[in-house]
Structure formats: C-alpha cells, structure tokens
C-alpha cells in the first residue's frame, strides 16, 4: 500500500491564482480530511469527508472547495489564493477501529504552499 | 485561548534518558486522546489512542497517561533514541467522529549524543 500521498510537494502561488492539491489513497478509508498546519498553531481542519459524493465544512473552509468523486481521491481547490493560505496542507484518511469512536488516522506527507 | 495546551515547547535531552511531556486541555466531554509523532517535513504519526476511561496506553518506549479528573495527559518516552526527535502532538476528539479535533502546537523534541 502507498497510503496517503499528495501532490505536489512544493508549490509557490501569485495571489488571485487558483489550483488543486492533490489527495489519494489506497486503503479503501470512507473517511478523509484536509489541514493546515501553520507555525504557532495545531493543526486546523479545512473540509472533510465521510464518503464518496458527501463532503462538509470544517474549522476553516473559506477560500477553499473540495469534490469526492470516489472513494480513493479528495482534492482540495483554492479559487482564489491569497497570502493567508501560505500554509503547509495535510491529507488524512481515517479507519474505524471497532466500536467505541476510536478510529485511526493516517496523514499524508504533506504539500508546502507559498501564496506571493 | 487553545483549549489543547502542550508543555514544554521544546526540549532537548541526551540519547538513552526518558522524558514526559505535557497535555493539558480543557475539552469536556471527549471521545478519545491521541497522541501523534511528527518528523520535520513529514505528516504526523499516530503513537496511542485513548478514551476517555482509559488511564493508560503504550506503544513500545511510549508510554501516555490520561487523568480526566485533572483534564491532563503525559507522554512518557523512555531510554530516547536519535530517532525520536520530532515534535509530539496532542489531539483531543470531541465526538469521535473525526471532525470535531483540537490540536495543540505540540512539543519539539531534540535527542543528542
């Protein structure tokens, strides 16, 4: 299994452009997310989704949309970059372990955007 | 105010010494708390998950701790490895459905010869 992988790795942005941060996995997870994780600061979720076809906001969603077509794929779009997502982004996919709401949580490596 | 708060910042010990880290929160009531690894560039890892009737949980030379009544949890990691420098993060999940994390800032560990 590849996991969680992203791309691409690096990306530097001029503000106002748009453009997609890839997310796959190949563990068959119903469950991904999207962070950013900023210096100072914990990890903050952007969208999630429980499944195919069905996406919802998080703690931080404006500037941002995310589609799920499938189960394996979860892109997350910027319309519209502005210097506030210079961000690093995280994809997670999740499995549930049992009963008793502990799952468990795999990130991907990550994609460092820069928005100038 | 973050309602996850992780102490120290950051430290630095000697290779083959043990170290606790902190967790405070102040989220009530809670499904579990995990507590995660991540390397420099890399996605965080995840070492224990707790619930919240669970006192203790351990993962090879990681050993965590939760006490509800003080609303704390430690990460104990014993006889450190060069391996182990990363920063360590504590998660609180609100409903165990995943949306609803609060994150600390974690803890930056540094393990020298």
């Known amino acids: 299994n590849a996991g969680v992988t992203q791309t691409p790795k690096f990306q530097v942005l001029k503000t106002g452009q748009s453009m997609t941060l890839q997310c796959a996995q190949d563990?068959?997870?119903?469950?991904m997310s999207w962070y950013r994780q900023d210096p100072g600061m914990g990890l903050r979720l952007i969208h999630y989704?429980?499944?195919?076809?069905?996406?919802d906001q998080g703690e931080v969603p404006n500037g941002y949309n995310v589609s799920r077509s499938t189960t394996e794929d979860f892109p997350l779009r910027l319309l519209s970059a502005a210097p506030s997502q210079t961000s690093v982004y995280f994809c997670?996919?999740?499995?549930?372990?049992?009963?008793?709401?502990?799952?468990?949580?795999?990130f991907g490596p990550g994609t460092r955007l820069t928005v100038t | 105010k973050n309602q996850v708060e992780q102490s120290p910042q950051s430290l630095i010990i000697l290779e083959g010494k043990n170290c606790t880290l902190q967790?405070?929160?102040?989220?009530?009531?809670?499904?579990?708390l995990r507590w995660y690894k991540q390397d420099t560039g890399r996605g965080p890892v995840s070492l224990t998950i707790?619930?919240?009737?669970?006192n203790t949980k351990s993962n090879g030379r990681y050993t965590a701790t939760l006490d509800a009544d003080t609303k704390q949890s430690s990460l104990h990691i014993t006889a450190s490895q060069l391996s182990d420098s990363a920063s360590y993060i504590c998660v609180v999940d609100i409903t165990g459905g995943g949306n609803k994390l609060t994150f600390g800032t974690g803890t930056q560990l540094k393990v020298e010869l």
């Open positions: 997670a996919s999740s499995e549930r372990l049992g009963t008793g709401g502990r799952y468990e949580q795999y």
């Open positions: 563990m068959n997870h119903e469950y």
């Open positions: 989704s429980v499944g195919a076809g069905i996406t």
């Open positions: 707790m619930t919240f009737s669970e």
């Open positions: 967790c405070n929160y102040t989220v009530s009531p809670f499904s579990n």
